[in-house]
């Protein structure tokens, strides 16, 4: 009897032995590829929907800065703008009649001098509409540069009001992705400053497993290979889902201290990523296993 409870006793712990043997191809973590959102202007916040597991869309959005200050910049450009048109308009007119004074200061030249040819003019004609002409020129020229110099001016204020228009609109932050805020670092009321990070957000639908493979393994593994992968769901069981092949690192690199292979430990391993569909399940850091075959 004792020793048919011994040779059951044997089995039983044969079994176990070779199920720990079992191992997976590939073990490492679930990932995600992270996005710091941060202002680009200063100010202090007065709407923020950073609120950590809020689910965000291209476009939402997560803060607005006051503004105030930039909006009461671009009326007054707006305003000078507007004077400087109207300075603009009075010297075209100026313009306008110079040029028509010389056209008349032309002819008159033209007249004297052929009344001089006919000797029915004095010298002291000529010099005089000659003068009256020579002055008309330049006042015109003048006013033309001053023409130009207003345009100058012009397009300098039509690029502060864009560049204040430009501030304007960052001070809404919208989500440049879909995704999930997972960490929030300021509050509704503080002051955001440029490059202060405000909110960091993931798309968790589908997350990364990254995981490490030897040389003697990367043969095997292949982009868009479909893979199984493991995830704990008791401290025995493991729950079984499907995961693809999106990324296989070119260079080797050594062995992170956390990854243990179905191998002994080698020196050098390749790190490859599977994109693994999210139900709820993974986490990112969560740790998970693979099998290539």
Same mark, same amino acid.
């Given at each position: 009897?004792?020793?048919?409870?011994?040779?059951?006793?044997?089995?039983?712990?044969? !079994?176990?032995?070779?199920?720990?043997?079992?191992?997976?191809?590939?073990?490492?973590?679930?990932?995600?590829? &992270?996005?710091?959102?941060?202002?680009?202007?200063?100010?202090?916040?007065?709407?923020?929907?950073? &609120?950590?597991?809020?689910?965000?869309?291209?476009?939402?959005?997560?803060?607005?800065?006051?503004?105030?200050?930039?909006?009461?910049?671009?009326?007054?450009?707006?305003?000078?703008?507007?004077?400087?048109?109207?300075?603009?308009?009075?010297? *075209?007119?100026?313009?306008? $009649?110079?040029?028509?004074?010389?056209?008349?200061? %032309?002819?008159?030249?033209? @007249?004297?001098?052929?009344?001089?040819?006919? /000797?029915?003019?004095?010298?002291?004609?000529?010099?005089? $509409?000659?003068?009256?002409?020579?002055?008309?020129?330049?006042?015109?020229?003048?006013?033309?540069?001053?023409?130009?110099?207003?345009?100058?001016?012009?397009?300098?204020?039509?690029?502060?009001?864009?560049?204040?228009?430009?501030?304007?609109? /960052?001070?809404?932050?919208?989500?440049?992705?879909?995704?999930?805020?997972?960490?929030?670092?300021?509050?509704?009321?503080?002051?955001?400053?440029? !490059?202060?990070?405000?909110?960091?957000?993931?798309?968790?639908?589908?997350?990364?497993?990254?995981?490490?493979?030897?040389?003697?393994?990367?043969?095997?593994? %292949?982009?868009?290979?479909? $893979?199984?992968?493991?995830?704990?769901?008791? %401290?025995?069981?493991?729950?079984?889902?499907?995961?693809?092949?999106?990324?296989? !690192?070119?260079?080797?690199?050594?062995?992170?201290?956390?990854?243990?292979? /179905?191998?002994? @430990?080698?020196?050098?391993?390749?790190?490859?990523?599977? %994109?693994?569909?999210?139900?709820? *399940?993974?986490?990112?850091?969560?740790?998970?296993? $693979?099998?290539?075959?």
């Amino acid at each position: 009897m004792n020793r048919i409870y011994l040779l059951l006793l044997l089995v039983v712990m044969a !079994s176990a032995c070779n199920n720990g043997d079992q191992t997976s191809d590939a073990y490492g973590n679930f990932e995600a590829d &992270e996005t710091i959102i941060s202002s680009e202007v200063a100010g202090k916040l007065i709407r923020f929907d950073g &609120e950590e597991g809020r689910q965000v869309k291209v476009g939402d959005v997560l803060a607005i800065i006051d503004s105030s200050t930039v909006n009461l910049q671009i009326q007054q450009l707006q305003a000078q703008m507007k004077a400087v048109a109207v300075k603009k308009v009075n010297l *075209r007119g100026q313009i306008d $009649v110079s040029q028509q004074q010389l056209q008349n200061a %032309k002819i008159t030249k033209d @007249r004297v001098h052929k009344l001089f040819a006919d /000797k029915a003019a004095t010298q002291q004609q000529v010099d005089d $509409v000659d003068g009256q002409v020579r002055v008309l020129e330049q006042q015109v020229l003048s006013q033309q540069t001053q023409f130009a110099s207003i345009d100058s001016e012009l397009a300098v204020l039509q690029a502060q009001i864009a560049s204040a228009e430009n501030q304007l609109e /960052k001070s809404v932050i919208t989500s440049p992705v879909n995704g999930t805020i997972l960490e929030k670092y300021t509050e509704l009321g503080e002051l955001a400053a440029p !490059s202060k990070a405000l909110v960091k957000l993931a798309d968790l639908s589908e997350l990364d497993l990254r995981v490490y493979v030897s040389g003697a393994q990367l043969p095997h593994v %292949k982009l868009g290979q479909q $893979v199984e992968v493991l995830i704990d769901e008791d %401290k025995k069981t493991n729950q079984h889902l499907i995961g693809v092949v999106n990324w296989i !690192s070119s260079e080797a690199e050594f062995t992170p201290k956390i990854i243990q292979t /179905k191998e002994e @430990r080698v020196k050098m391993v390749y790190a490859v990523k599977v %994109k693994v569909k999210n139900d709820g *399940r993974l986490k990112i850091g969560m740790p998970g296993e $693979v099998n290539f075959q």
